[in-house]
């Protein structure tokens, strides 16, 4: 069976080097080290089951990013879990105009992401979508 593909985007090698080891065995990694990068690839036909995301990102930001994606038409259903360090980050999150699956402070607990992953493909798989 097929892994499940997770687009992660983050500008932090260490975070994308911790998340490969912790994810990668289980998971089909696609790391863009910004919203641009991402964009792009998403762009070229690319449908990633999820998306990890760090808020905090030069030239174009986590925030940026994922609002671009929720008014497309083709990626407004695609979880998205942020991985963030930014100050108020649940704060942020709720007053963002879109719905996320999941936000996790930087430094995260590995355990825990690798809950919150599996809880959202839980839910999105009995939801039929």
Not at 19 to 45: C, H, M, P, R
Not at 69 to 90: C, M
Request: with cysteine; hydrophobic share 40%.
């Amino acid at each position: 069976m097929a892994k499940r593909q997770i687009l992660v985007v983050d500008d932090e090698v260490s975070i994308l080097k911790l998340l490969n080891f912790v994810l990668s065995g289980q998971y089909d990694l696609i790391i863009k080290t910004s919203g641009v990068e991402a964009l792009t690839w998403l762009e070229e036909g690319n449908s990633p089951e999820l998306i990890l995301s760090d808020l905090e990102m030069p030239y174009f930001d986590g925030s940026s990013f994922i609002h671009n994606l929720k008014i497309s038409g083709f990626y407004r259903d695609t979880p998205v879990i942020i991985l963030s360090g930014a100050k108020n980050l649940e704060k942020r999150v709720s007053q963002m105009p879109f719905k996320l699956d999941d936000c996790m402070p930087k430094p995260f607990n590995p355990t825990q992401l690798k809950e919150a992953i599996s809880n959202v493909f839980i839910k999105y798989d009995s939801a039929g979508q």
